[in-house]
């Protein structure tokens, strides 16, 4: 993007049916003035024809007919808007049951979705499955707008009662920030300026949060995938491949492989309707010349020689069926995957889930929109990233033969070869569905990707060595201290505030006579870990170097605390492996990136976005929460007090702290 250029944000409406999503969208349409003096009058007398005594703005997108006569939205409907902020492009999703396929439709491409929930009427079961819609989807933000204020008197009890049953509903699902705001959309409240008839909310608006949401972090702009779509041949001089630059960025003279056949060469042109480009970019539609002749097809796919994705024919996947009729066993789909298709079936279906509960439960089959976990076996391989890594190359449809019906839509999480060594599978609280994108599975940013088939990482260990038991053991200075040792690992952004809450939290530590020690990630990088980087590798080493040493703290006795990003969850599986299983307590100190943004205390932030730093958590660089945490505070919502009492109680409930 060009220095003033604005940025493009495209987000959806969600939730359930008459929740008023259309009536929302018109509503920023109106007062952004992004429509036409025609259109208003249209809309103003179609609104006299029914009778209603305020102009119904959803007539802006309810542009069927069958959806005014019945006021619901029954296909996606896309509109374009823009303020002096930022550029919008916005899909307007049906609510009914009916209709979750076109839901899926206008949300798979979405940076930010709006939940919608009629305050009179509470989270409904259809708010509650797109919101496990969104989760799987990975969509990064989330604002959950309590409409129809108005009809309840903008009672400030009526808001904070859904907003705690949400939130409740949420902690299961995989969204990160998540923003409630109270509005009326009929009336305008909360949805450009803020509104006087709601004092006590002392949030933004709704417009406000849209403007200022972050997105840059959320896109692959490292793997090049390349899939093929058509081979351009206009003369003997030229023959070029098309298609989409899916992710990642490729340049002339880069050194290409070309898959399924391993083919190299190198990337000779880039050429476009408009000239030769120097850089091609993720989203631009382009044909690549190489510097040699070699047989590539539609279905094939060019990527880096050092960034393979992976290839199998197994796959492991959650699923939302959108079929009628329901699945089976014995029907043969086609896999439409990129631009390559291939036969496939279910193979096993290993849960589907409770909407409701977000339990899992044993199945034969799925229903209409039903969502579930399933083994997916394909003719030939294909070429994909693990959809939390990559949205493009981790998704696909299947396709009924007969038909030509698009039956379900899927997000693969591995390859189904790996379920039997999925330890996150079983291990779930209760039973609830955590961690849908599988942020327990480690996915190496090496040559292949290849996520690991255990959650612990060994580590190469010198030879001719003995380990020497300790002199003293830790029982015995335990019981000299008065208290056990134990591990408290913070995790989370950069500004989160981690080291803030563990700083606080070791000082009463140690004013009520704990033996305590704080480990800093930045102070561990100024010396032991000094030569590391932060490439993947170089991340796996400084938290096992960091691991290794809180070990040594813990078996002298000490109440050790961690503060480390730690980005990855099977960095944090190989630390918590060092330490009894009551021991160690994993704390998710929970941030919203846009916060983190804000507060930027070390200005990391600003050289991230402005490419000054590469490899930086959630700019450039993935981070995967926690899936079962000890327990999660969030720093954007909780006083610094509130949390250190939450942890000191779960430290005392749990006797590993002298009280």
Not at 184 to 203: Q, T
Request: charged share 25%.
């Amino acid at each position: 993007m060009l220095y003033g250029e604005k940025s493009l944000l495209r987000f959806s409406t969600t939730g359930s049916v008459d929740d008023g999503k259309s009536t929302l969208i018109g509503r920023l349409l109106y007062e952004t003035k992004s429509i036409y003096e025609d259109q208003y009058a249209g809309v103003e007398r179609a609104s006299l024809r029914k009778g209603l005594k305020d102009v119904e703005l959803a007539y802006l997108l309810d542009g069927l007919a069958a959806e005014r006569e019945q006021g619901i939205t029954i296909d996606v409907a896309y509109r374009y808007f823009e303020t002096p902020k930022r550029k919008f492009i916005i899909a307007d999703t049906p609510g009914h049951v009916q209709y979750t396929r076109n839901m899926i439709t206008g949300v798979s491409r979405s940076d930010c979705a709006i939940i919608l929930i009629d305050a009179r009427n509470g989270v409904q079961i259809q708010s509650k499955r797109h919101g496990l819609i969104l989760s799987l989807l990975q969509i990064p933000h989330l604002m959950v707008a309590v409409n129809k204020m108005d009809l309840v008197d903008y009672s400030e009890t009526s808001f904070a009662n859904i907003v705690a049953e949400f939130e409740n509903f949420s902690q299961k699902l995989d969204i990160q920030d998540i923003t409630y705001i109270p509005v009326s959309a009929l009336k305008g409240d909360n949805i450009v300026e803020k509104s006087r008839k709601m004092p006590w909310y002392d949030g933004s608006s709704l417009l406000h949060c849209l403007e200022s949401a972050h997105v840059t972090g959320n896109r692959n702009l490292v793997d090049f995938r390349f899939p093929v779509q058509y081979v351009i041949r206009p003369h003997q001089d030229f023959r070029g491949f098309a298609g989409k630059v899916i992710s990642g960025t490729i340049a002339p003279g880069e050194e290409i492989v070309v898959l399924p056949s391993r083919d190299r060469a190198r990337i000779e042109t880039i050429a476009t309707f408009d000239g030769e480009l120097s850089e091609a970019f993720a989203q631009q539609s382009v044909a690549l010349e190489l510097d040699r002749e070699i047989d590539v097809s539609r279905g094939d796919m060019i990527v880096r020689k050092k960034n393979i994705p992976q290839a199998d024919t197994h796959l492991d996947a959650t699923i939302c069926w959108m079929d009628e009729e329901a699945s089976s066993k014995a029907t043969s789909f086609i896999l439409k995957h990129t631009t390559r298709n291939v036969r496939a079936y279910i193979r096993k279906i290993i849960y589907k889930i409770d909407v409701n509960t977000l339990h899992r439960e044993q199945a034969d089959s799925f229903l209409l929109n039903e969502i579930g976990r399933v083994e997916i076996d394909t003719a030939s391989p294909i070429f994909f990233d693990p959809y939390r890594l990559n949205h493009a190359t981790g998704s696909f449809i299947l396709i009924d033969p007969l038909t030509n019906k698009t039956v379900a839509a899927g997000m693969i999480r591995n390859t189904s070869r790996e379920i039997n060594n999925d330890t996150d599978d079983s291990s779930s609280t209760n039973g609830l569905v955590t961690g849908f994108n599988e942020p327990g599975k480690a996915v190496e940013s090496s040559d292949s990707r290849k996520a690991s088939k255990v959650p612990v990482t060994p580590v190469l260990k010198s030879s001719n060595l003995i380990w020497s038991d300790l002199n003293i053991p830790r029982e015995a200075r335990e019981k000299r201290n008065s208290h056990p040792a134990a591990v408290l690992w913070f995790t989370g952004y950069s500004g989160a505030g981690k080291s803030t809450i563990a700083k606080l939290l070791e000082k009463k530590l140690f004013d009520s006579g704990h033996q305590t020690m704080l480990l800093d990630g930045d102070n561990l990088r100024h010396g032991l870990c000094r030569d590391l980087g932060f490439s993947e590798q170089d991340r796996n080493e400084n938290i096992r170097r960091a691991g290794e040493v809180a070990r040594l703290f813990f078996e002298a006795g000490h109440v050790v605390l961690c503060s480390f990003i730690s980005p990855f969850v099977k960095d944090r599986k190989l630390v918590r492996s060092l330490f009894p299983e009551t021991s160690f307590f994993e704390i998710h100190v929970k941030c919203s990136l846009e916060t983190c943004i804000k507060r930027d205390p070390n200005g990391l932030y600003k050289k991230a976005l402005t490419g000054q730093i590469s490899e930086f958590t959630g700019v450039s660089s993935p981070y995967e929460p926690p899936p079962n945490p000890e327990i999660v505070v969030k720093t954007d919502v909780q006083s610094p007090e509130q949390i250190i009492e939450a942890l000191w109680s779960l430290l005392s409930s749990s006797k590993s702290i002298r009280t």
